[in-house]
């Protein structure tokens, strides 16, 4: 969790945010977006909160990934305890919690994109890569992987018109403990 200052105009708000990289969309809650003034598509979702502790109000997923990665080596604590990682933000621990207590309550988020979520993702995903050859060529040899084990299809030009009707799972690369991952988000909502 990290300390942050978020800004909507000439409305700011001191808020603390989690950093979670195994979520593909960035999320603000309702009471942060009413106390900047913003509007947007309101959806519920189950949140697990350590009790005692402070509320946070955004989570950054990895839609935002140059926010949420590690700018300095990652500071490992005892086996089975949390790491000590350096974002842009600020510091960080993430890791293992289990000794917190935690409650499960709907909290009502605010959706505030304006484009499809899976099209928001993959806008995201191919700005960061456009910066980034290296990271290109190893995402690209993941896929290859993926591709070669018949866990994925290519879709070709001609075909397109047969994948639009079908779905779409929007997936980003991980590298985590000197490994590169393909990882799935399959939350995202189908709507007509």
Wanted: aromatic share 6%.
């Amino acid at each position: 969790m990290s300390r942050v200052i978020l800004r909507s105009g000439t409305r700011s708000l001191n808020a603390y945010v989690l950093l979670d990289d195994g979520s593909e969309r960035t999320i603000l809650l309702h009471e942060a977006a009413q106390q900047l003034g913003l509007q947007g598509k309101p959806e519920d979702l189950a949140l697990r909160m350590p009790l005692n502790q402070v509320q946070p109000l955004l989570l950054i997923g990895s839609n935002y990934a140059h926010l949420i990665t590690p700018i300095e080596p990652v500071h490992l604590g005892p086996p089975g305890g949390p790491a000590a990682i350096k974002t842009q933000l600020s510091w960080t621990l993430q890791g293992p919690s289990k000794f917190l207590k935690y409650s499960l309550a709907p909290q009502q988020c605010l959706l505030t994109s304006v484009i499809s979520p899976v099209l928001a993702h993959l806008c995201g995903t191919e700005k960061c890569l456009s910066k980034d050859p290296e990271k290109t060529a190893v995402y690209n040899s993941e896929v290859h992987k993926l591709v070669e084990s018949s866990f994925a299809k290519k879709a070709l030009p001609a075909a397109v018109k047969e994948y639009l009707s079908g779905w779409h799972i929007p997936y980003h690369m991980v590298h985590h403990n000197g490994k590169n991952r393909i990882v799935f988000n399959c939350s995202f909502n189908y709507r007509n």
